[in-house]
């Protein structure tokens, strides 16, 4: 199998496959840093930085900034199938060789960048938020839990949202536009029916929130069964997907 052809498809390109990804986060990081030291800088004039670093620490938790980098890999599932299955059966590769050599591409993807987002957890936790109290990389969409959390949620989260892109796009393959619509009204119909349930029903909203409270092991069988379905749908569906 041609399986080593697929991947250099996807990463021909190194600056799109791995510099871009980076260099987006280190710009995204670079500006969460000068906040954090302005914010820190009229603070401690006033005589409060260290209430402003612990402030931050905690109020953080949250911050999205990390998206500048799962982004970007997130939509990677989407292109893989976009743009390079096409151009893959176009060369001659066959659908069986390109999901194999995709899916090993999607895994080392999510390893390669759950590493890095680690390492930069450990620096962050170790050095106070970069001295700042800021969090970058230690965040609850990367794991505000030991490192090796941070390794595992990351690289599910990852692979699992390519696996699920993937699957999508292959869906527009097999059934075109009607698919599209298909989707997003049934989204719509999952997103109004919850937020239904959320403002007229009280068990609704204990079930609800007991979900969103459910801890960390339980939150990584939920997404490692997202990444399995999508796989499992994905791997069926691209042996009659269409190339568009």
């Known amino acids: 199998m041609r399986i080593r052809n ?3 498809l996807h990463t021909v390109n190194k600056l799109q496959a791995f510099g871009w990804p980076l260099v987006i986060m280190l710009m995204s990081l670079t500006v ?5 030291a302005l914010v820190v800088n009229v603070a401690a004039a006033a005589g409060d930085g260290a209430q402003a670093r612990a402030g931050m620490n905690m109020g953080m938790q949250w911050n999205g900034a990390i998206f500048a980098l799962l982004g970007p890999l997130i939509g990677f599932g989407f292109t893989a199938m976009g743009q390079y299955f096409p151009l893959a059966l176009g060369l001659g590769l066959t659908r069986r060789e390109f999901a194999t050599g995709t899916a090993l ?3 080392g993807n999510a390893a390669f960048y759950a590493v890095i987002i680690t390492i930069g957890k450990v620096i962050e936790v170790a050095t106070g938020g970069f001295g700042l109290g800021i969090r970058f990389f230690d965040t609850h969409f990367t794991g505000t839990g030991e490192w090796w959390q941070t390794l595992v949620q990351t690289f599910l989260l990852i692979l699992s949202v390519m696996l699920v892109g993937a699957a999508i796009t292959t869906a527009f393959h097999r059934w075109g536009q009607s698919f599209l619509w298909v989707f ?3 989204l719509a119909v999952v997103v109004l029916a919850f937020s239904a349930g959320l403002v007229l029903s009280e068990p609704f909203r204990g079930f609800a929130v007991d979900v969103g409270t459910m801890g960390w092991l339980p939150w990584m069988g939920v997404v490692a069964l997202l990444g399995a379905v999508g ?3 994905w791997l069926a569906l691209v042996r009659r997907a ?3």
């Open 32 to 36: 969460v840093l000068i906040i954090g």
């Open 184 to 186: 997003w009204i049934a």
């Open 242 to 244: 269409q190339a568009r």
């Open 231 to 233: 796989a499992a749908v």
């Open 105 to 107: 591409v999607f895994a």
């Open 6 to 8: 697929v991947v250099q």
